[in-house]
């Protein structure tokens, strides 16, 4: 193979021009949706209906419908919940920390990446709060000024939680927001309806594309990247504080915010190539979102796989070396206690799987990528439910052992927020732009000037 | 046809980013300085070429962010510390290291909200949807891949012909003369608008009042309000009786319940003796439940001088020789039966607090008749030189 590395390979394939680029985006809002659109949607929305109702259920006759008992208080909900937050984690990786590297491949997937933040969060959002039993007395988790004169208690993690994930979420949508001003602004100015045109125009705020605004505009972009870039470290810290702050063997550890980290990023890189590969096709945008797209993420999934397996691996080393009778006793019960098919399901989700991706040919294989990204999407999940269950299922005192068992409501609010989640990356990709079009544009062929009069353009 | 319109600036539009870049540079050399750049997306170099000075953005986020940071730790003090201390795990009220988390998410929220809203608000005056740039030729070219420069008619050497001719020497694609929009008016007694203010007032005025007045009220969200347990005095379907509350099986004693033997008794020959000693501790005891219970009719000292204002039979004084003469039981014994139309206390008075207030009473009485030895003792004790 030659390749020349003196080159960036281009961002955008195939020499598109901006109309060519902006064409390709919009088409999707312009037209109508088929009937495959339609039939995608209906599914998402059965699933999210399904959720709905059990989630009813669970309202209304309690969460006693649910496997959660003592000692295993923390199940499913905590479980999604991580998982949730951890997808999230990507949008705000590509958009933010791989703005500040200056990697600018990025440009193709960020707005894809951002919304799915938001969505997965959204998800996220639902179990903890679902969790509480009552959730519409939600607000109790706020710190506002009562009659008893209380105050939430400032140094518990749940209480960091409830404020890193809020501002996780208003400041991943402010960034997405501020993303899609200048994008509202060309919709605006292509669309023939006179309601698309309404809409646009109350979104673009009116913007212009003026020079001495664009110059505000990137300083803002960096700005919000730098905040961002430590937020999102800060959060799945910060979920992670919820288990290490609290003196239960397996959870009692400090390795657990950056192993949560790498976690997060490794999911949340494997959900965003399992959808990016369908809505490139969808939506014919091989062009804009490439193989090399694809291919980079798939690296960025080898190394955060290697980097969890590498704190799986040294977790047993911890308890070991510790000498902490409960510590080993907790991850040799993982390994081959009543739950060791969850542990090894994760192992080789998350460690054994991703190893093929060393091979290029399936790094740019789309029906391999996609079996090893769904693997690694399960095998996240189970790292949750291990973590979660097992440590709790067996704690200190051996008279309250107890096996947990989920019961079918439970995986079907599990089912229905990913219903919600595919249900609002279906609806955002025909409302939409899914790829920044002003982003795009500047990083295109011929798209920024070459300071020597152009001689050699035309 | 619009020579009686405003000028708002004279656009011209280019087909490449050197054009522009070099368009920008010689607008700004002639010395204009109400114009505008409008491209797609941020041309490199643009800001040189326009001399825009750096964005004074950063100023804001500084500013914000430690106010954030301020806000929280503050806030946190002030709860935590100052308004209702609490000792959770062992930390100090004002736990620094558990403060760290949500001051740096309060930091980071404040700081990129109002950046943008800044941003949005201050620096780029939007939203403004009326600008005269709008739904123009211009606006839909530079939107899409077209690079447009504008002079603005407010820029001290704006003079049309002039700056035409100039423009036309850049050899740009098209010539644009840009024009203020008319003034749309919108009157607001039309009946679409005011049909609209009707439907959102009855849907938020019914909204609210079906949350508040309805659905507050409806399981699961009524606070529990319904719960399937035993109420007292509530029937049961669970025992063949059907009362839900139960009484003791028969021989048994009810835990913390002595029985009373005499109870309905009027005037019992037998009565129990005083188990209580009258040290300091059970008199002040006394003292209090007697303030309670019964100064009310008997007065703070027992002379039988009701507070009640005739609103309820006076008792008779308690220092009378009768009532000095009382045993501690019979004084027991009618706290706790009652007497004439006093009612019983024993539901309200525990056992030791009754006869905790018999030896209040005795204090009272004593007080009250106090004998020449009872001077001479208070004044040994006391220091004092009181006579009868």
Same mark, same amino acid.
Do not use: C, V, W, Y
């Given at each position: 193979m030659s390749i020349d590395y003196s080159q960036e390979a281009p961002t955008v394939a195939g020499r598109l021009t901006l109309a060519q680029i902006e064409e390709l985006v919009a088409r999707p809002m312009d037209t109508k949706p088929n009937k495959k659109y339609f039939i995608a949607l209906s599914i998402s929305v059965s699933l999210l209906l399904i959720g709905a109702t059990f989630l009813a259920f669970s309202l209304y006759y309690g969460t006693g419908l649910w496997g959660n008992n003592q000692p295993v208080g923390w199940a499913f909900p905590i479980v999604n919940f991580v998982f949730w937050v951890g997808i999230g984690h990507a949008g705000t990786l590509i958009s933010a920390i791989l703005f500040l590297l200056r990697q600018r491949w990025r440009t193709g997937i960020a707005r894809f990446a951002e919304a799915m933040t938001i969505f997965a969060v959204m998800c996220a959002g639902i179990f903890p709060i679902i969790h509480t039993g009552r959730p519409w007395l939600a607000g109790y988790l706020t710190p506002y000024p009562n009659q008893h004169a209380l105050w939430v208690n400032f140094t518990s993690p749940l209480v960091w939680d409830v404020f890193a994930v809020s501002t996780y979420f208003t400041v991943s949508f402010v960034f997405w927001y501020v993303g899609l001003i200048p994008d509202f602004a060309t919709m605006r100015d292509r669309t023939a309806s006179k309601l698309k045109k309404t809409i646009y125009s109350v979104f673009s705020l009116g913007w212009r594309h003026s020079n001495r605004h664009w110059t505000h505009y990137e300083k803002s972009y960096i700005l919000l990247a730098g905040f961002a870039t430590p937020l999102v470290l800060s959060v799945h810290t910060i979920v992670s504080f919820d288990f290490a702050v609290s003196i239960l063997p397996g959870w009692h550890t400090t390795i657990f915010p950056p192993y949560f980290v790498a976690g997060a990023i490794f999911s949340g890189f494997a959900m965003v190539v399992t959808v990016l590969v369908f809505v490139r096709k969808i939506f014919d945008l091989q062009h804009i979102i490439t193989l090399d797209h694809l291919e980079k993420m798939n690296k960025v999934i080898l190394l955060t796989g290697m980097l969890v397996g590498y704190a799986y691996a040294m977790e047993f080393f911890i308890a070991w070396y510790s000498g902490v009778q409960a510590e080993q006793f907790v991850f040799i019960n993982r390994a081959f206690g009543p739950y060791a098919w969850a542990y090894w399901i994760m192992v080789s989700c998350n460690v054994i799987f991703p190893q093929f991706f060393w091979f290029k040919k399936i790094r740019r294989s789309i029906p391999a990528m996609m079996v090893i990204v769904i693997l690694v999407n399960v095998g996240m999940w189970f790292e949750r439910f291990v973590i979660t269950v097992t440590s709790l299922s067996r704690d200190f005192l051996p008279s309250s052992w107890a096996y947990y068992k989920p019961t079918i409501v439970d995986f079907g609010i599990l089912l229905g927020s990913f219903g919600l989640f595919f249900t609002l990356v279906i609806l955002f990709t025909k409302s939409l732009p899914v790829v920044s079009i002003s982003e795009v544009k500047a990083v295109a062929d011929g798209a920024q000037p070459t300071h020597h009069g152009g001689a050699d353009h035309e | 046809m619009n020579s009686n319109k405003k000028i708002f600036g004279i656009a011209a539009t280019f087909k490449t980013p050197d054009e522009i870049i070099n368009a920008a540079k010689k607008v700004t050399n002639s010395g204009y300085v109400e114009f505008d750049v409008n491209t797609p997306y941020p041309v490199h170099g643009m800001d040189s070429a326009m001399k825009i000075k750096p964005s004074k953005l950063g100023f804001v986020t500084l500013v914000t962010g430690l106010s954030g940071a301020a806000i929280a730790l503050l806030f946190m003090y002030w709860t935590m510390s100052v308004d209702y201390p609490l000792v959770i795990g062992g930390k100090p009220f004002f736990a620094l290291p558990a403060f760290i988390p949500v001051t740096f998410e309060l930091t980071v929220l404040l700081a990129t909200v109002s950046t943008v809203i800044a941003m949005i608000?201050?620096?780029?005056? &939007?939203?403004?949807?009326?600008?005269? &740039?709008? *739904?123009?030729e211009y606006m839909k070219s530079v939107s899409a891949d077209k690079y447009g420069i504008v002079i603005e008619s407010t820029d001290a050497k704006f003079d049309e012909a002039a700056i035409t001719d100039f423009l036309k020497k850049l050899n740009p694609l098209k010539i644009e003369i840009i024009y203020y929009p008319e003034e749309e008016a919108y009157p607001i007694f039309q009946p679409k608008f005011i049909m609209l203010l009707v439907v959102i007032t009855l849907v938020v005025s019914g909204g609210t009042y079906l949350m508040l007045n309805k659905l507050l009220y409806i399981t699961p969200f009524n606070w529990m309000m319904e719960q399937d347990k035993l109420n007292p005095q509530h029937s049961s379907e669970l025992f063949s009786d059907g009362y839900g509350m139960r009484t003791p099986v028969e021989g048994t004693v009810a835990k913390g319940f002595i029985p009373y033997p005499y109870m309905g008794q009027t005037n019992p020959t037998d009565v129990l003796s005083n188990p209580f000693l009258p040290t300091k501790g059970n008199i002040e005891l006394g003292k209090g439940k007697y303030f309670t219970y019964c100064s009310t009719c008997h007065g703070y000292f027992a *002379?039988?001088?009701?507070?009640?204002r005739g609103q309820f039979p006076n008792p008779p004084t308690l220092h009378s020789k009768r009532a000095r003469e009382f045993s501690d039981g019979m004084i027991y014994h009618i706290i706790t039966n009652g007497q004439n139309v006093m009612p019983s206390y024993a539901s309200q008075i525990t056992r030791e607090e009754r006869w905790a207030i018999v030896n209040y009473v005795r204090v009272l009485q004593r007080a009250k008749n106090a004998s020449e030895s009872d001077l001479i003792e208070m004044n040994k004790e006391t220091g004092s030189n009181v006579t009868n």
């Open positions: - | 608000a201050l620096f780029f005056r &939007l939203p403004d949807n009326k600008h005269p &740039l709008h *739904d123009t *002379d039988g001088d009701s507070r009640l």
